[in-house]
């Protein structure tokens, strides 16, 4: 929210220096509004990626929950540490990310546990 917040500041300063006279106001507003445009189409569909990673998480998670409830055997069990791991690094990430960049985030990243 901060970034769009940003981006219209600049739009207006450099709407205003344009208005009276200044170069670089019309720099300063094509640019702001060339990546404000650019933000909001790409913001819906980094949602809708993210939610596509969720699902692949939880999918991961029952994954796991399946695979201890039925002995397997060393090899299984080492392939799946490592799924567990990549799936808790890339859960670590965007836990982060929804802190910094908290709405453009769907709010289940924040109902998400860690794979143990």
Known sequence: MWLIVLLLIIILIG?????IGKDIG???????????VVL???IPIYHFQTKKEIRAFIAT?????SFREHKS??????AL??????????????KY??????????????????IE
Request: hydrophobic residues 45%.
């Open 81 to 94: 540490n490592i799924k567990i791991i990549e799936a808790n690094q890339w859960l670590a990430k965007m």
């Open 26 to 36: 019309v720099g300063m507003f094509w640019v702001g509004s060339a990546v404000l």
């Open 15 to 19: 709407y205003c220096l344009a208005y």
């Open 73 to 78: 055997n060393s090899n299984e069990i080492t």
């Open 61 to 65: 998670f029952d994954t796991v929950k």
């Open 40 to 42: 909001v189409f790409l």
């Open 97 to 114: 990310n929804n802190k910094i960049f908290g709405p453009w985030y769907p709010d289940e990243i924040d109902e998400l546990k860690p």
